[in-house]
């Protein structure tokens, strides 16, 4: 049973994150705010709780590998690689600057990412393939995967989610990061794919679902998938896109959206007076 204690440090943790983030576009550029802040908590998890990640040894090879298949979210994991200690923190000024080292969408150059994503639907075949070499060489080592909802459409995204089941791999937990909001609008109303709890299942996937926000519930459903042997697992994440910054929340401007002087500064208001409330 995780502890109060431990649930408020991981809160906190989202919120820094957040903060991060925020820093990282700045003012008067565009940056995808809205899916990387619906993130936060799921990713302070696997970071800072689930995962056997060693900041000292991150090429290690029975480590747990993490693949952001949602490319565009790339700055919650910058955050939480800074925060790691794996780069300096003055990089996160200089994201998608021809000076620094952190580009638009994760890349191999960038210590602890795993794969280049950016190109949706390719995550989990990329994925998929980690797992099954993991178990060819015994490892204990897990893969997580992090999909958006908007992915959901992707045609490849789906022949890997039937090709895992055929293969019954179960050291693959994937995430759905259902934040209801897409680049230009609400999913539903521009490529609609209901009941995805029951498409999953039909695909042969155990499904659980949890609070994308609660850490607490986020950990229980990891250690249910971490129990399935002979099947993967995904787990259906309820966010909120742009969760922690008002104007941001369920806005698809913000998907991709430039921040004003007036913007940037409320949002780290109000991230700092949620940092003070935990």
Same mark, same amino acid.
């Given at each position: 049973?995780?502890?109060?204690?431990?649930?408020?440090?991981?809160?906190?943790?989202?919120?820094?994150?957040?903060?991060?983030?925020?820093?990282?576009?700045?003012?008067?550029?565009?940056?995808?705010?809205?899916?990387?802040?619906?993130?936060?908590?799921?990713?302070?998890? /696997?970071? &800072?709780?689930?995962?056997?990640?060693?900041?000292?040894?991150?090429?290690?090879?029975?480590?747990?590998?993490?693949?952001?298949?949602?490319?565009?979210?790339?700055?919650?994991?910058?955050?939480?690689?800074?925060?790691?200690?794996?780069?300096?923190?003055?990089? /996160?000024?200089?994201?998608?600057?021809?000076?620094?080292?952190?580009?638009?969408?994760?890349?191999?150059?960038?210590?602890?990412?795993?794969?280049?994503?950016?190109?949706?639907?390719?995550?989990?075949?990329?994925?998929?393939?980690?797992?099954?070499?993991?178990?060819?060489?015994?490892?204990?080592?897990?893969?997580?995967?992090?999909?958006?909802?908007?992915?959901?459409?992707?045609?490849?995204?789906?022949?890997?989610?039937?090709?895992?089941?055929? &293969?019954?791999?179960?050291? /693959?937990?994937?995430?759905?990061?259902?934040?209801?909001?897409?680049?230009?609008?609400?999913?539903?109303?521009?490529?609609?794919?209901?009941?995805?709890?029951?498409?999953?299942?039909? &695909?042969?996937?155990?499904?659980?679902?949890?609070?994308?926000?609660?850490?607490?519930?986020?950990?229980?459903?990891?250690?249910?998938?971490?129990?399935?042997?002979?099947?993967?697992?995904?787990?259906? /994440?309820?966010?909120?896109?742009?969760?922690?910054?008002?104007?941001?929340?369920?806005?698809?401007?913000?998907?991709?959206?430039?921040?004003?002087?007036?913007?940037?500064?409320?949002?780290?208001?109000?991230?700092?007076?949620?940092?003070?409330?935990?």
């Amino acid at each position: 049973m995780i502890s109060e204690d431990k649930i408020r440090e991981i809160k906190k943790l989202a919120n820094k994150l957040r903060h991060n983030v925020v820093e990282m576009i700045g003012v008067g550029n565009a940056g995808h705010l809205g899916g990387s802040c619906s993130l936060a908590e799921t990713m302070a998890v /696997l970071y &800072f709780y689930k995962m056997n990640f060693n900041k000292n040894n991150f090429n290690s090879a029975g480590r747990d590998r993490l693949v952001l298949s949602k490319g565009h979210a790339a700055l919650i994991q910058y955050a939480c690689l800074c925060e790691l200690g794996l780069f300096p923190r003055d990089e /996160l000024k200089k994201v998608k600057t021809l000076d620094g080292l952190l580009q638009g969408h994760p890349d191999l150059s960038i210590p602890g990412i795993e794969a280049v994503t950016g190109s949706l639907g390719q995550g989990l075949s990329v994925s998929l393939g980690m797992a099954l070499a993991l178990r060819l060489e015994k490892s204990t080592a897990r893969v997580y995967t992090i999909m958006g909802d908007g992915e959901q459409s992707e045609g490849q995204l789906w022949e890997a989610a039937q090709a895992a089941a055929n &293969f019954g791999i179960d050291n /693959l937990t994937a995430f759905l990061d259902w934040n209801k909001i897409q680049a230009t609008g609400p999913v539903k109303d521009i490529f609609n794919i209901p009941n995805l709890d029951k498409k999953w299942a039909a &695909f042969g996937w155990e499904v659980f679902s949890a609070d994308g926000h609660d850490p607490a519930a986020i950990i229980t459903a990891i250690e249910k998938a971490e129990q399935l042997k002979g099947r993967p697992s995904i787990i259906i /994440l309820d966010t909120i896109k742009g969760k922690g910054i008002s104007f941001a929340e369920g806005n698809a401007a913000f998907h991709n959206g430039i921040l004003d002087q007036k913007q940037y500064d409320q949002a780290l208001r109000e991230l700092e007076a949620a940092e003070g409330a935990l």
